[in-house]
């Protein structure tokens, strides 16, 4: 047989075997490596997500938090004594709640806890629940209570109408709450942060952080810090 009509040789079939194995992998692992990151980037994005709601949620109830129409609590005849606590934060072995008082702007559904009709010159009532209508020149103030409670890896809201915890986002690894607190009564401007303040009532912000972790351990522990100021405080 002439040597030009010979075939591979078993040395040129292993090292071609060997050099396409080598890419074949290569290509794999790089669309393993792909897959991958589009996984981690989707789970980011779901824990982003459930943050935002959770979070937007809960910034928009503290700011409202102790408006309870044109007049001060003082004036107001008939006031629960939850109105003279509209932020409280309790922490309970593993379970963390934090309870707002706060309007019924948005209109959640269902019967407020309070309403208070007021001509908002000097004379304002409280009434549980809803009220009878505005006489001419009154405005009528819808407000709630909501508690935010996170236990067992969850955070849930309930109010006292409806006590039964209602699940908002699962898989919550940490919820810790810090306040902004004024040096005295009469000022606006945050001077520490404090986990437990002594006085409630210079209390001007809130600083909620969240530790949001993916089940499946696609992507890293996610923490998220917002801070909301209670504006009828701040003048």
């Given at each position: 047989?002439?040597?030009?009509?010979?075939?591979?040789?078993?040395?040129?079939?292993?090292?071609a075997l060997a050099?396409?194995?080598?890419?074949?992998?290569?290509?794999?692992?790089?669309?393993?490596?792909?897959?991958?990151?589009?996984?981690?980037?989707?789970?980011?994005?779901?824990?982003?997500?459930?943050?935002?709601?959770?979070?937007?949620?809960?910034?928009?109830?503290?700011?409202?938090?102790?408006?309870?129409?044109?007049?001060?609590?003082?004036?107001?005849?008939?006031?629960?004594?939850?109105?003279?606590?509209?932020?409280?934060?309790?922490?309970?072995?593993?379970?963390?709640?934090?309870?707002?008082?706060?309007?019924?702007?948005?209109?959640?559904?269902?019967?407020?806890d309070w309403t208070?009709?007021?001509?908002?010159?000097?004379?304002?009532?409280?009434?549980?629940?809803?009220?009878?209508?505005?006489?001419?020149?009154?405005?009528?103030?819808?407000?709630?209570?909501?508690?935010?409670?996170?236990?067992?890896?969850?955070?849930?809201?309930?109010?006292?109408?409806?006590?039964?915890?209602?699940?908002?986002?699962?898989?919550?690894?940490?919820?810790?709450?810090?306040?902004?607190?004024?040096?005295?009564?009469?000022?606006?401007?945050?001077?520490?942060?404090?986990?437990?303040?002594?006085?409630?009532?210079?209390?001007?912000?809130?600083?909620?952080?969240?530790?949001?972790?993916?089940?499946?351990?696609?992507?890293?522990?996610?923490?998220?810090?917002?801070?909301?100021?209670?504006?009828?405080?701040?003048?």
């Amino acid at each position: 047989m002439s040597r030009c009509a010979r075939g591979f040789s078993l040395v040129e079939l292993l090292l071609a075997l060997a050099i396409g194995l080598v890419l074949i992998l290569g290509g794999s692992q790089v669309v393993i490596s792909a897959r991958a990151t589009h996984a981690s980037q989707q789970a980011a994005m779901l824990l982003q997500d459930d943050a935002r709601f959770v979070l937007g949620k809960i910034i928009q109830d503290v700011r409202q938090a102790g408006m309870f129409g044109c007049l001060a609590t003082a004036y107001i005849d008939n006031a629960p004594a939850a109105f003279e606590r509209p932020v409280n934060w309790s922490a309970a072995g593993s379970s963390r709640s934090l309870t707002l008082v706060t309007a019924d702007s948005g209109g959640e559904g269902g019967k407020p806890d309070w309403t208070v009709l007021s001509d908002c010159t000097g004379t304002a009532q409280a009434y549980a629940g809803s009220s009878p209508p505005p006489a001419p020149g009154q405005i009528r103030f819808a407000l709630r209570q909501l508690t935010y409670t996170f236990e067992a890896g969850q955070l849930k809201v309930s109010t006292p109408a409806a006590p039964a915890r209602t699940v908002l986002v699962d898989n919550v690894q940490a919820f810790d709450v810090s306040f902004g607190v004024a040096a005295k009564p009469g000022a606006t401007r945050v001077v520490r942060y404090d986990a437990s303040p002594a006085d409630e009532s210079l209390i001007r912000s809130v600083r909620i952080q969240m530790t949001l972790r993916d089940p499946a351990g696609r992507v890293q522990d996610q923490v998220y810090s917002v801070v909301a100021a209670l504006r009828n405080r701040l003048g």
